[in-house]
């Protein structure tokens, strides 16, 4: 028994070493514990920070400038983040109030922004869609209208008038949009209809007028002007009984017409040109002047060949042949 003693004792030594032992590693582990949770509040905190800094920056966005649908989503998350981070780590009692009150302070904001733009939105798109409902009235009570060439003019005002007007909406100015082209769609087509129509009662009046164009042209080239002024005159006063013709072929046969009567009034005044006194006068005047320098200028080009220079005999000759060829035009002028 005294030996079971003596064992116990030192047993008792080592029980007391291994208590000591588990002390310290309880100790350095409760200290382990304690920075971990030290860690995990600085990183909570450090993400509510976040978290209240980017809803701050959201709501002090220039509310003209700030894109609301995405911005509005994203304090939604932010929301959520918070509700996340709140359930996981509980901050100090004072830290979370004066965290918590800058989140909310600008949530707050942003939705108040938020709100008065739209209401603003609303208002503005309001007056667009009134401005474009008038143009639309206008252009429904056009739209049957038979005046074909005042109306267009009509519509053509409205068509400006509504591109001065914002857009609105999307949707509902889509909407307004496709009234407004139905309104005038029913007068275009209508006016189509009235010109196709008219069109064909005209293409017989366009086969006379091409007649015409026959003998107007077969009156050129022009030989004898009062003749031709004279059969010229009566063509046009048949154009005239002819009447209109198809929309699409009033430019090129009035412009045809207009070419031969164009051609015949030139060759009267070229002739008018040609027997003008007092030019003919200038112009005997002037050719004198040249026939007496013609002599010179031969007895230059006779010099220069009995020289044998023939640069001199090159120039000698272009020049009479330019002084030879401006008589020749006084000449004519002259008759």
Do not use: C
């Amino acid at each position: 028994s005294q030996i079971g003693v003596r064992n116990m004792v030192g047993d008792y030594s080592g029980l007391q070493k291994r208590l000591v032992s588990l002390a310290e590693q309880i100790a350095e582990l409760g200290e382990k514990q304690q920075q971990a949770r030290t860690e995990n509040r600085e990183r909570a905190l450090a993400v509510r920070e976040e978290i209240v800094a980017e809803a701050e920056q959201i709501a002090g966005q220039d509310p003209d400038q700030i894109h609301w649908k995405n911005s509005h989503a994203r304090m939604n998350e932010l929301f959520e983040a918070w509700k996340k981070a709140q359930r996981e780590i509980h901050l100090a009692k004072s830290v979370e109030d004066e965290l918590w009150k800058r989140f909310r302070a600008a949530r707050t904001t942003f939705d108040r922004n938020r709100r008065a733009h739209f209401s603003q939105l609303d208002d503005r798109n309001a007056r667009i869609k009134r401005a474009k409902e008038e143009l639309i009235a206008r252009a429904e009570e056009l739209s049957t209208s038979t005046d074909w060439s005042e109306t267009s003019r009509a519509y053509g005002e409205l068509m400006r008038a509504w591109k001065q007007v914002p857009r609105g909406h999307r949707r509902e100015d889509d909407k307004l949009w496709a009234r407004f082209r139905a309104a005038q769609d029913v007068f275009f087509n209508a006016r189509h209809e009235a010109e196709a129509a008219q069109d064909a009662v005209y293409a017989e009046n366009l086969k006379v007028k091409e007649a015409l164009l026959e003998e107007a042209r077969a009156l050129l080239p022009v030989e004898d002007i009062e003749a031709a002024k004279a059969a010229f005159e009566k063509i046009l006063d048949r154009w005239d009984a002819a009447g209109r013709v198809p929309r699409n072929d009033l430019r090129r046969i009035d412009g045809e017409l207009r070419r031969i009567q164009d051609e015949i009034n030139g060759a009267e005044e070229a002739k008018w040109k040609r027997n003008d006194p007092a030019k003919a006068a200038r112009a005997n005047s002037l050719l004198a002047q040249i026939e007496d320098s013609l002599a010179e200028l031969e007895a230059e080009l006779a010099a220069a060949e009995k020289g044998g220079d023939s640069k001199k005999i090159a120039k000698a000759k272009e020049a009479l042949e330019a002084r030879r060829a401006w008589a020749a035009t006084l000449q004519g002028f002259g008759n």
